[in-house]
């Protein structure tokens, strides 16, 4: 059984013949798509009714907007990552999807294989950006925290060197397999890694993580 198959997916875009496609192109690359919508309401129904593991989610829907739309999803299934596909690149969209909950943002122009290994990659909790896009939204995170510094917390959690390590690389937007070859380790060694940073940390995603990474300066 290939990978995909074990990753179920919603797709949410209000152009039948776009939402269609799309939905084909994941089933033959093995993923199963549980649902579809084509509304914030019905995003937010389904999402409860069914529990994807990925939601690919659209931008602009007829009674509201895919951040609202992933606010209603995050709610419902917080286990759920959401994937923003869009025609828009614009800096406000990538932004307000990303604090609204969404673990990446990916433009429509992206080919299917790339659609496919960004599902797959947002499946296993990374985050996923078209090139570009990921050094705006770490760009806007380094001038929040530079704006409002916060102070320290006492007792952080102590992360080993290597943790630290591996988590100045996923703040920089590297996948799991970059990071693995940068430091030469295994993938799963720092599939390892960042999960056990994470329950350190009491995070959620590796959008959270590469927050973390640059308010305490680790970029």
């Not at 509201?64 to 406000?92: F, I, K, N």
């Not at 943002?105 to 996923?128: C, F, M, N, P």
């Not at 102590?158 to 590297?174: F, I, N, Y």
Request: charged share 25%; net charge negative; glycine share 8%.
């Amino acid at each position: 059984m290939s990978e995909a198959a074990a990753i179920t997916v919603m797709v949410v875009d209000d152009h039948p013949m776009w939402r269609d496609g799309v939905s084909r192109d994941l089933a033959d690359a093995g993923f199963e798509v549980v649902a579809t919508a084509d509304s914030v309401a019905a995003a937010g129904r389904r999402a409860a009714a069914t529990v994807p593991d990925v939601v690919l989610m659209d931008m602009h829907l007829p009674d509201g907007t895919g951040v609202e739309a992933t606010a209603a999803v995050r709610e419902v299934s917080p286990r759920t990552h959401v994937l923003v596909l869009s025609a828009s690149s614009e800096r406000d969209d990538v932004l307000d999807a990303v604090k609204a909950g969404a673990s990446g943002y990916l433009v429509k122009s992206a080919s299917a294989e790339e659609l496919i290994d960004a599902v797959t990659r947002t499946a296993h909790g990374q985050a996923v950006f078209t090139a570009g896009l990921a050094g705006l939204v770490l760009g806007e995170y380094r001038r929040t925290a530079n704006a409002a510094p916060t102070d320290a917390a006492p007792g952080l959690p102590a992360l080993t060197d290597r943790e630290t390590e591996v988590l100045r690389l996923v703040a920089k937007g590297l996948s799991a397999r970059q990071v693995a070859t940068r430091l030469g380790i295994s993938h799963r060694t720092v599939e390892n890694h960042v999960q056990a940073t994470l329950r350190k940390l009491h995070l959620g995603n590796r959008v959270e993580l590469a927050r973390y990474a640059l308010e305490q300066g680790l970029d």
